[in-house]
């Protein structure tokens, strides 16, 4: 605080010579709140150290006031608030009292002299308080100083923005032209609110064509800030579909299997995220933002394993009969929400994001990208680029490939394919645990957490091409940024329908999906 106000009263001594008075102090301390803010703005067109350190003190209520002199109390030491020298408190001192009016008005005086410290950090922090709680005429004169005074090229162009949007009320329609003008120039949501509150009360013709253009103009720039931020969501919905439907791209696309469970799998992930993350707050409080590094292997074993339950007890006796597999596992999936219930509740239950995932990347002024939505679109690539390497670059990748595209042969030369069954059923259902795990970071974790994603996840898979890892990637990214562009234009509801019925039509021209199956494979 002391640096500060070193800081201040250098850049304050630089271009005003006068200092707070006596009589500006009193009439700032005391009297009816309108004379008070008035002489408030009064000084602060002139401001200095003393009225940074007086404005201080009367917004901690250190300010005592005698009919010879206003006191500023510091504890135990009590000084004259005009010339800083040692005072004694008289016992006939009144306190000052603020109300919220009063406060507002100290509060914005004292942000707008902070436009003229020494650091940048102060100085933008300050250009955002103001902006937050609005600019008054009366200062405008400090107002220009620090537009003038600013060296960062960034900041003294909000803060020419910032004026203009003080003159764009201005009684002079001069002023309010030019201030249109720099303000059509903006990109910014609040600018476009302003210029559309003052075109609806704008009288001169002249202003008014200039307002009319200038919102064109920022709309335009608002534009592409949503466009992006519809792809942005699209390809994060997208990156959401790609983790779910690749777990179901093994159990379905290379099994055979119709796993209608495949959500439940994807659920038990969440609620493995949900444990650990109730774990480290009980027991490791002090770590608790790395939760998610152990929640990850969790929520992919706690999947694996129930997965390699499923197989070895019920679906190993029905390969090859697909109805009855499809009834199997959508009974499973009712006994796996209906289990959830039991042990957490019907309700949904809260996971939290860890700190270095919370907040996001300010790209444009209306488009932020959030920190868990980048990292989920990184970690869906990431499991992307481990299941291919595991599927062409392992020994049981070669496995899993020789049992699935000709179980006989791959008998024959000695693989034990019943184990192979369990080991890739496995795996699916441990990429649906990490798909749940990532769900949890983004939306709420409850008993029919997968019920919302079988489908699009199922559709995926059929459009991409079965078995066919690729086309998982173009599907899921293409079905999610479609997804998001249909809903901005059709709703929710109508977005999801029209998917449908392109999906069916393509699926009837391109039976083989996306990508086709080539090889022994293609003609079993």
Same mark, same amino acid.
């Given at each position: 605080m002391i640096r500060w106000m070193v800081g201040l009263g250098l850049a304050l001594s630089a271009w005003s010579a006068s200092a707070l008075t006596a009589e500006q102090a009193r009439a700032i301390a005391a009297g009816e709140t309108d004379a008070r803010i008035a002489a408030l703005g009064e000084a602060a067109k002139q401001p200095d150290a003393a009225l940074a350190g007086f404005v201080q003190a009367l917004l901690e209520d250190a300010v005592k006031l005698t009919p010879k002199a206003v006191l500023v109390v510091d504890g135990a030491a009590v000084k004259d608030a005009v010339t800083g020298a040692a005072a004694t408190l008289p016992d006939d001192a009144e306190d000052v009292v603020n109300n919220n009016r009063m406060r507002g008005a100290l509060q914005a005086v004292q942000a707008s002299m902070k436009l003229l410290s020494p650091e940048l950090a102060v100085r933008q922090a300050a250009v955002a308080e103001l902006a937050k709680g609005g600019v008054d005429e009366a200062q405008l004169p400090l107002l220009d100083k620090a537009v003038e005074a600013e060296p960062d090229a960034a900041l003294k162009a909000t803060l020419g923005r910032l004026r203009a949007s003080v003159l764009v009320a201005s009684a002079d329609a001069a002023k309010r032209l030019t201030a249109v003008k720099e303000l059509s120039v903006s990109g910014e949501?609040?600018?476009?609110?302003?210029?559309?509150?003052?075109?609806?009360?704008?009288?001169?013709?002249?202003?008014?064509?200039?307002?009319?253009?200038?919102?064109?103009?920022? @709309?335009?720039? +608002? !534009?592409?800030?949503?466009?992006?931020? =519809?792809?942005?969501? /699209? #390809?994060?919905l997208g990156s959401i579909l790609l983790l779910v439907?690749?777990?179901?791209?093994?159990?379905?696309?290379?099994?055979?299997?119709?796993?209608?469970?495949?959500?439940?799998?994807?659920?038990?992930g969440a609620y493995a995220t949900y444990v650990v993350q109730n774990l480290f707050r009980a027991y490791a409080p002090d770590v608790f933002d790395y939760y998610l590094w152990l929640a990850v292997p969790a929520s992919f074993l706690a999947a694996a394993l129930v997965g390699a339950v499923l197989e070895r007890t019920v679906l190993r006796w029905?390969?090859?009969?697909?109805? @009855?597999?499809? +009834? !199997?596992?959508?009974?499973?999936?009712? =006994?796996?929400?209906? /289990? #959830?219930?039991?042990?957490?509740?019907?309700?949904?239950?809260?996971?939290?994001?860890?700190?270095?995932?919370?907040?996001?990347?300010?790209?444009?002024?209306?488009?932020?990208?959030?920190?868990?939505?980048?990292?989920?679109?990184?970690?869906?690539?990431?499991?992307?680029?481990?299941?291919?390497?595991?599927?062409?670059?392992t020994r049981l990748g070669l496995f899993v490939r020789g049992v699935t595209q000709n179980r006989r042969m791959a008998a024959c030369v000695g693989i034990h394919t019943a184990r192979i069954d369990t080991y890739a059923f496995s795996l699916g259902a441990g990429i649906a645990g990490l798909a749940g795990c990532a769900l949890s970071q983004v939306g709420n974790v409850g008993p029919d957490l997968g019920q919302s994603y079988i489908v699009d996840s199922f559709m995926v898979v059929v459009l991409g091409g079965v078995g066919q890892l690729a086309g998982t990637v173009y599907a899921a990214l293409g079905l999610g940024v479609l997804n998001k562009f249909l809903e901005g234009w059709a709703g929710a509801v109508l977005a999801k329908i029209m998917v449908l019925v392109f999906i069916v039509v393509f699926i009837q021209k391109r039976p083989q999906g996306l990508f086709a199956m080539k090889g022994r494979s293609a003609e079993a």
């Open positions: 949501p609040t600018v476009k609110a302003l210029l559309q509150e003052r075109l609806a009360v704008e009288t001169d013709a002249e202003v008014k064509g200039a307002l009319m253009s200038a919102i064109g103009q920022v @709309e335009s720039r +608002l !534009a592409w800030g949503e466009r992006l931020g =519809v792809v942005f969501t /699209g #390809v994060s439907a690749l777990g179901l791209a093994i159990t379905y696309g290379l099994m055979g299997v119709i796993n209608m469970a495949h959500g439940e799998l994807m659920m038990i029905l390969y090859g009969r697909p109805l @009855e597999t499809l +009834l !199997a596992t959508w009974g499973i999936s009712l =006994v796996l929400m209906q /289990g #959830v219930r039991s042990l957490f509740g019907a309700q949904n239950v809260p996971v939290e994001n860890p700190a270095w995932l919370s907040g996001g990347i300010a790209v444009l002024p209306n488009l932020t990208l959030p920190y868990n939505r980048i990292a989920i679109i990184g970690f869906a690539f990431a499991v992307l680029a481990g299941v291919a390497l595991l599927i062409a670059r």
